[in-house]
């Protein structure tokens, strides 16, 4: 058998282990060889040095805003994700269904990656009706939110039982925004009354306290209907409180958080004003440190992105600024400059955070998240010794900025592999859209 590729002497990483081997890949699929003797093969790449990493599965990605369905892969192409589960919203008045199956058809036109979806339910008590078929259709999550009233956004308590109790019989999850939104409108408007600087206060607006409040009552719900939950952005130490109560009781929840609150804390980052407004906000030291223990510990389970790349300017006035920054391209560099390399976590986490355990907890392994003999050859070749500085004008976001202007990191992607394909060296993007796959998840 003549091999398309094969990549010699690299060190696989897996969360159990590291290992020097070689990787072979045929048809889209991967095979470990332990020898090269006799082997062939169209290329040959010298990954001497450089660790091998399956392909990142970022499952909290918005293909909206300045980058659509076709433009966020490029971007998180460059950071060696090779799999996205995207939020689809899913607005009131309009059917679950038809918004689903209009979205897999743009992606499966024009997407270079293989991605996934979420059905964001802004109208939970009128759309679960809708939950069977979506779950039947390959669409197993469901994003709900506590917060965003006034976007008509925000789902009560009665619609999120109805529609826990729907997910659970239909062996779906619920992905729920847990902050306690009507709160936060009230201590919001109290500051404009008085006339504060939003931005300095956007704390006193958003306390982790009400995280905390939020995700107890929304575990409650979850334990009672015995509907898995996945938790997206976790921010602070609060939050973690009521994930270790659940752990100790045994409720089924999967929990994540984001680059930025393991990077920055507000102090540092309000001095980027409206670019930094995302929704938990970013906290304190304290919460920082405490993130990056959960992480070790294995109180949370993935890294996502939430990758909502609004264009903004840095002198736009904070209050009327939208939520969300870009972030899909970062995750990988971030997590070893600021937690291997600084002997926060190992390398072999990382793998478990962004690759196998999010392609576990939504159904997509093992064709995706480990690099073993018959899964999809979603690869990344990183080059811990290469040193950098990330910038705007060096990623691929429409966005138009990078929370991260000016960070010095060491470790970088070189080559990227999507199901067979380099669709990454070095500089140089070969993607091609419209090859990248739907894949249903299902949720065990």
Same mark, same amino acid.
């Given at each position: 058998?003549?091999?398309?590729?094969?990549?010699?002497?690299?060190?696989?990483?897996?969360?159990?282990?590291?290992?020097t081997a070689s990787i072979g890949i045929k048809d889209g699929k991967i095979t470990l060889l332990s020898s090269l003797k006799g082997r062939q093969a169209e290329e040959f790449i010298d990954a001497e040095g450089c660790y091998l990493l399956p392909g990142l599965v970022d499952a909290h990605t918005h293909p909206v805003y300045a980058d659509d369905l076709e433009h966020i892969a490029c971007t998180a192409a460059f950071g060696g994700v090779t799999t996205m589960i995207h939020y689809l919203t899913v607005k009131s008045g309009q059917q679950p269904l038809q918004v689903c199956k209009n979205a897999i058809s743009r992606g499966e036109k024009t997407s270079a990656l293989d991605f996934a979806f979420h059905a964001a339910l802004c109208d939970a008590e009128r759309q679960a009706v809708?939950?069977?078929?979506?779950?039947?259709?390959?669409?197993?999550?469901?994003?709900?939110?506590?917060?965003?009233?006034?976007?008509?956004?925000?789902?009560?308590?009665?619609?999120?039982?109805?529609?826990?109790?729907?997910? $659970?019989?239909?062996?779906?999850?619920?992905?729920?925004?847990?902050?306690?939104?009507?709160?936060?409108?009230? !201590?919001?408007?109290?500051?404009?009354?008085?006339?504060?600087?939003?931005?300095?206060?956007?704390?006193?607006?958003?306390?982790?306290?009400?995280?905390?409040?939020?995700?107890?009552?929304? !575990?409650?719900? $979850?334990?009672?209907?015995?509907?898995?939950?996945?938790?997206?952005?976790?921010?602070?130490?609060? $939050?973690?409180?009521?994930?270790?109560? $659940?752990?100790?009781?045994?409720?089924?929840?999967?929990?994540?958080?984001?680059?930025?609150?393991?990077?920055?804390?507000?102090?540092?980052?309000?001095?980027?004003?409206?670019?930094?407004?995302?929704?938990?906000?970013?906290?304190?030291?304290?919460?920082?440190?405490?993130?990056?223990?959960?992480? #070790?510990?294995?109180?949370?389970?993935?890294?996502?992105?939430?990758?909502?790349?609004?264009?903004?300017?840095?002198?736009?006035?904070?209050?009327?600024?939208?939520?969300?920054?870009?972030?899909?391209?970062?995750?990988?560099?971030? !997590?070893?400059?600021?937690?291997?390399?600084?002997?926060?976590?190992?390398?072999?986490?990382?793998?478990?955070?962004?690759?196998?355990?999010? #392609?576990?907890?939504?159904?997509?392994?093992?064709?995706?998240?480990?690099?073993?003999?018959?899964?999809?050859?979603?690869?990344?070749?990183?080059?811990?010794?290469?040193?950098?500085?990330?910038?705007?004008?060096?990623?691929?976001?429409?966005?138009?900025?990078?929370?991260?202007?000016?960070?010095?990191?060491?470790?970088?992607?070189?080559?990227?592999?999507?199901?067979?394909?380099?669709?990454?060296?070095?500089?140089?993007?070969?993607?091609?859209?419209?090859?990248?796959?739907?894949?249903?998840?299902?949720?065990?």
């Amino acid at each position: 058998m003549i091999f398309n590729y094969i990549l010699k002497n690299g060190k696989l990483l897996y969360p159990e282990k590291t290992k020097t081997a070689s990787i072979g890949i045929k048809d889209g699929k991967i095979t470990l060889l332990s020898s090269l003797k006799g082997r062939q093969a169209e290329e040959f790449i010298d990954a001497e040095g450089c660790y091998l990493l399956p392909g990142l599965v970022d499952a909290h990605t918005h293909p909206v805003y300045a980058d659509d369905l076709e433009h966020i892969a490029c971007t998180a192409a460059f950071g060696g994700v090779t799999t996205m589960i995207h939020y689809l919203t899913v607005k009131s008045g309009q059917q679950p269904l038809q918004v689903c199956k209009n979205a897999i058809s743009r992606g499966e036109k024009t997407s270079a990656l293989d991605f996934a979806f979420h059905a964001a339910l802004c109208d939970a008590e009128r759309q679960a009706v809708h939950i069977p078929e979506l779950i039947q259709s390959g669409i197993s999550s469901f994003k709900m939110f506590t917060a965003y009233k006034k976007l008509n956004m925000m789902t009560d308590d009665y619609a999120l039982a109805k529609a826990m109790d729907i997910i $659970a019989a239909h062996k779906g999850m619920a992905s729920v925004h847990a902050e306690n939104g009507m709160v936060i409108d009230y !201590l919001e408007e109290k500051l404009r009354a008085s006339h504060k600087n939003m931005c300095s206060h956007f704390l006193t607006t958003s306390p982790s306290l009400l995280d905390r409040e939020a995700i107890f009552r929304v !575990l409650s719900i $979850a334990a009672l209907f015995g509907c898995p939950l996945f938790l997206p952005h976790v921010s602070s130490a609060k $939050a973690l409180d009521a994930l270790k109560i $659940a752990r100790s009781e045994g409720i089924k929840v999967y929990t994540e958080t984001c680059p930025h609150y393991l990077v920055f804390t507000w102090n540092e980052l309000q001095e980027q004003c409206a670019l930094g407004k995302i929704r938990p906000p970013v906290k304190t030291l304290e919460d920082r440190e405490a993130l990056w223990n959960a992480l #070790a510990t294995g109180i949370i389970h993935t890294v996502g992105s939430d990758h909502a790349p609004k264009t903004k300017k840095i002198t736009d006035d904070f209050d009327a600024s939208p939520y969300g920054a870009p972030g899909v391209e970062t995750i990988l560099p971030l !997590l070893w400059e600021f937690g291997v390399n600084k002997k926060r976590i190992t390398p072999n986490k990382i793998v478990e955070l962004t690759a196998e355990n999010p #392609a576990k907890i939504f159904g997509l392994y093992p064709a995706k998240g480990r690099l073993e003999n018959g899964a999809d050859a979603d690869l990344v070749l990183f080059n811990p010794q290469r040193k950098w500085t990330i910038s705007n004008k060096n990623q691929h976001s429409n966005a138009g900025y990078t929370l991260y202007e000016g960070r010095k990191c060491t470790g970088k992607v070189e080559k990227v592999f999507s199901r067979g394909r380099l669709i990454v060296d070095n500089d140089k993007y070969l993607g091609e859209p419209g090859r990248g796959r739907f894949l249903k998840t299902h949720i065990t």
